[in-house]
């Protein structure tokens, strides 16, 4: 069956670093990825979508790389800061034809502390 | 432009009844979908609408009901609650328009349903 795995263990980083969360997955071709930030009792918030066919991509202190071959996207915050302290979600969307299907994983907890 | 917007945002329910969700895409989006989010499951997809077809649907039983209607807004119903139906319910908009659609979710705030 298809499946996402993310860090299922929160991590706890020191301000300053960089964050890195993977995001696997299985018997899966996706056609993009994407990557989201929730905050508690909120709902999720799009930051970054990666295609197929690109390895990498940047947004400010973010930055998404996508291995097809490894079936893996790592997730990385650069300078991170307390702020950045969220659960972070993948989500693969597979298309079929005209459809289009989200997978989504559980989400990693991201502490940075000061 | 307005954010998705959901109604109520909290919810109190007792075993047996029903409950009626409401959610209002953001202007321009004809996709909305539905979410069950517990602490354990993670998001759980409950199904989409785009122009008051449901799309997509996932495994959830029927007691979980939704509708679109023409101006894209959209209600979840779950009838004959039960205890383990107490969630953060999610509605996400997106333009889902063409192939080329990249279905970014933009998500509402939610409603917290509990269920007693």
């Known amino acids: 069956s298809q499946k996402i795995e993310q860090n299922s263990e929160a991590l706890n980083i020191q301000e300053g670093k960089t964050a890195t969360l993977t995001c696997n997955y299985t018997?899966?071709?996706?056609?993009?990825l994407q990557w989201y930030r929730q905050d508690p009792g909120r709902g999720p918030v799009f930051l970054l979508l990666?295609?197929?066919n690109e390895k990498e991509k940047r947004k400010e202190r973010l930055k998404v790389t996508f291995d097809t071959t490894l079936k893996q996207s790592l997730f990385h915050i650069t300078a991170s800061q307390p702020a950045d302290s969220a659960t972070y979600l993948c989500?693969?969307?597979?298309?079929?034809?005209?459809?289009?299907?989200?997978?989504w994983g559980l989400g990693t907890s991201l502490a940075v502390n000061p | 432009k307005a954010g998705v917007t959901q109604t109520p945002r909290y919810l109190i329910k007792t075993r047996g009844q029903q409950v009626t969700l409401s959610c209002s895409p953001i202007?321009?989006?004809?996709?909305v979908s539905w979410y069950q989010q517990t602490p354990g499951q993670g998001l759980q997809f409950l199904f989409e609408?785009?122009?008051?077809?449901?799309?997509n649907k996932g495994n959830f039983p029927g007691r979980f009901s939704g509708r679109q209607f023409s101006n894209s807004r959209s209600e979840m119903n779950v009838s004959t609650l039960e205890l383990g139906d107490s969630a953060l319910y999610l509605c996400?908009?997106?333009?889902?328009?063409?192939?080329?659609?990249?279905?970014?979710?933009?998500f509402g705030p939610g409603t917290r349903l509990t269920v007693l």
């Open positions: 996400a908009s997106s333009s889902g328009q063409g192939a080329r659609a990249t279905d970014t979710q933009y």
């Open positions: 202007s321009g989006h004809r996709s």
């Open positions: 609408y785009f122009s008051e077809t449901q799309r």
């Open positions: 018997n899966y071709s996706p056609a993009y």
């Open positions: 990666i295609r197929e």
């Open positions: 989500a693969l969307v597979k298309r079929a034809g005209n459809n289009r299907k989200l997978i």
